[in-house]
């Protein structure tokens, strides 16, 4: 009897098993008969048109253990789906998502030159293109784009377009050389642009040489013309960007950092203007896509050359000769070389102010040292320089391009100095500098219109000093004093970049990268000929950053993500989070604001020497006696627009840790680390009339620091503190003459003595003007310029640390080297 019920029991079991199973073996049958058969066998409860299903056939074999599974299986080739309700399976077609898409490339309509990071609006959405000038953008609802481009010089351009690759938008620019064009009719962008983004500005270089700057080094005197980057003292190695110190910012060109920017009384800058054709700016707050630096990013792009025609650039003045040859090869490559050359000593036969404090060179106490006096010594400093650029650039009909990008240039600096007053000083001082670099930039647009592009780069910059002193009686001629100090520094960098923007939807996108970068820094120091320091490091790491960038309906823009730096030597990951938004209030108006945490694993630490002058060297990080340094930005903005007037506020604060400073104590060396803070307020305004510019713009800035070394735990003011700075500049285009000015008025900033005490604090003021004429005699464009500098000649300080010449055992002499004194630049360029 048990068996028979144990038998039942497994009788059971099986049915019920059987029962749960589906068997399906049918072969190329209608989907619509497989499911009625399905109905009739296993009591299956189905919804479904038939008409629909019967178009499909399926060839299937198969058991399943579930109604849940046959159903699904039957289904995942075909573009339905289902929905379970109450046992009834509701079988729908599948809704299919059409996305539309165009993509392309913003270009110069006279040179078809890449225009990067060109502002755009698609069907009302804000972007902007990347640096090869190419954009992407996807829409569920239309196939047919509205879009508004714009670039800084060019006249905005209004079109439709319909979807699909390679839409190629041409803009023209607006500084033409013909005056029988004349455009009425369209908006230009000129000059400047204050983007939505916080700590962002774009300069148009175009429009550069037509202000005041002289035409080897327009670059950099139009960047310390715009609000938060320093024009007072004329610093010649660096620049100083809302608060940040020597070393701290990094300036890019062609994706080739540029160690070193040379620009003796500022003639002649690291960057030859004739290759340039973009200039970003930003000043703090940037995304998640630089790093590196704890201050300010300056990216410049360099031209590609003309595709349409050979191009032959001459430009000639006073003191040096530069020129520039673009040859298209083929239709879609071309090739770039451009030079610079002295070719008469900027210096010559001409004598230099010096300023002077604590002694006159008669040997008299000079009681006035609130002011240092401007002495004439005896002074004939030599300088030469000359620089090369080659670039070869090509692109294809999908929008992929390529090119490489080389430079190098050297430069020449020496002055000798006598003195005669109880003794006989005699000073020698040397600086030899030499910079190369080169870069390789791929980019690749896919066919759903995402972008790639992958960089490779090598710069490198060498430096030489010499700084010899020598004192010595009169009577006897008999050397009682002798300094002879020599240095070799050395800076290299490889880097490695590969970049990616993914097209989400019509309102977000994701960029995402990895890099290495590679730093090698090598310091001799040598004193009589004996070696004293000898420092060589190396900085490795891996980088990856993410960022998604979000366009939310009523004009607010959304940027979020990361920066993760991996340096191998320190073993540790160092995450650097940061955010931006933007909110565009109305056409005119606009708010931003900006947070995000930045480290740089390379430095420039100061080095104050026992006689109280400041120098720089490069040094890595290596956490235990150089630390790496960290910098935390609050930024905040606004701006306004409207009928050619542009109106902009922006705050920041920076509290950066991680500072290093070499210091004698005792004839010992030591090494201290400080923090540093700075805030500040940038105001800047400008108005376009017609042809005619002028803007203005006021920096009110504070700068505190404090180190270990300090007697006291209070923060000073750093050395390049300054609080207010004034910068205005004009142009009157009454073609064929061009009328420009600018002024630029600091406060100044502290002189310490070497008691570390604040002695002086001169105002700096700069008067600028320019006259150009422009002609075109058979189709040849000329331009005949004359440049006024300093034309009030004003004796300011350069922001660069003074130098102290020891007289005797118990006086010395303080020397402020002179900025730019009254001169007068004569040019002429022409263009073939």
Known sequence: MNRIIILLILVLIHSNISAQKVIIDVKDQALSEVLIDLRDTYDFQLSFNNNLLSQYSVSVNKSFQSKDRAIEFLLRKFPLNYQKSNEVYLIFPEEKIVQHRVFGQ???????EPLPFSHLTINDLPMATDEHGNFSFTSHIDSTFRILASHLGYFIHDTLINEGPNQNIL??????????????????????????????????????GFLPTNNDNSVFELLRLQPGILAAGEQKDDLIIWGSYEGESQVLFDNITLWGLKNFYDDIGAVNPLVVKNIEVLKGGFDARYGDRVGGIVHITGKNGSKLKPTLNLTLNNITASGSYEQPIGKRSSVLVAFRQTYYNLFKDEQIKYGTSNISLQGQTNQNTDTPSFLDLNVAPDYKFHDLNFKFSTNWENGDNFS??????????????????????????????????????????????????????RSELKTRTSDVVSISRIRTDEEFFRRDDKSRNKIMEHRATLKNTFVFAEDQ?????????????????????INILHIKSKADRLGYYFQNNLNVSNGISIKAGFLA??????????????????????????????WGLYKQFIT????????????????????????????????????????GFTLSLEGYYKKTDGHTRYYKFRNEGNISTGQSKSSGLDVFAKKDIGNHTLWVSYSLSKTTEKFDYFNNIEYRRALHDQRHEIKTAGLLALKPFYISANYIYGSGFPIYSQRQEVV?????????????????????????????HNILDTNNITYESYERIPLNQINSISIYTETVPTSVRLYFKISI
């Open 404 to 457: 490489v990008s080389l430079m190098g240039g050297e430069d020449r600096y020496s002055y000798d100095i006598t003195t005669e007053s109880f003794t006989n000083a005699k000073k020698h001082k040397f600086e030899g500098n030499d910079q190369f670099g080169g870069s390789i930039n791929y980019g690749k647009v896919w066919n759903n219109g995402n972008t790639s592009s992958i960089s490779l780069s």
């Open 106 to 112: 913003i270009l110069d309509k006279e040179s078809l």
């Open 171 to 208: 803009l023209t620019a607006a500084s033409t050389d013909l005056p029988e064009i004349i455009v009425t009719d369209k908006i230009v962008q000129t000059f400047i642009r204050m983007g939505n983004q916080s700590g962002n500005l774009k300069l148009n270089h175009k429009i550069a």
């Open 509 to 529: 996108n994701f960029e995402t990268g990895i890099n290495y970068i590679n730093n090698e820094v090598d310091l001799k120091e040598d004193s009589l000929d």
């Open 760 to 788: 002086a604090e001169p105002d700096y003021t700069r008067l600028d003007a320019a006259i150009i004429y422009k002609f075109a005699p058979k189709k040849i464009k000329c331009e005949l310029g004359v440049l006024f």
């Open 565 to 594: 730096n991996y340096p191998i030597k320190l073993k540790k990951l160092y995450w650097e989070p940061r955010i931006s938004l933007s909110l565009q209030l109305t056409e005119s108006i606009a708010v931003n604001g900006a």
């Open 604 to 643: 420039k630490s100061s080095v104050l020497s026992a006689n109280g002058s400041y120098r720089y060297i490069w040094v890595g990080a290596d956490e235990k006696e150089i630390p790496v340094l960290e910098s935390v930005h609050h930024v905040m903005g606004a701006s306004y627009h409207k009928n």
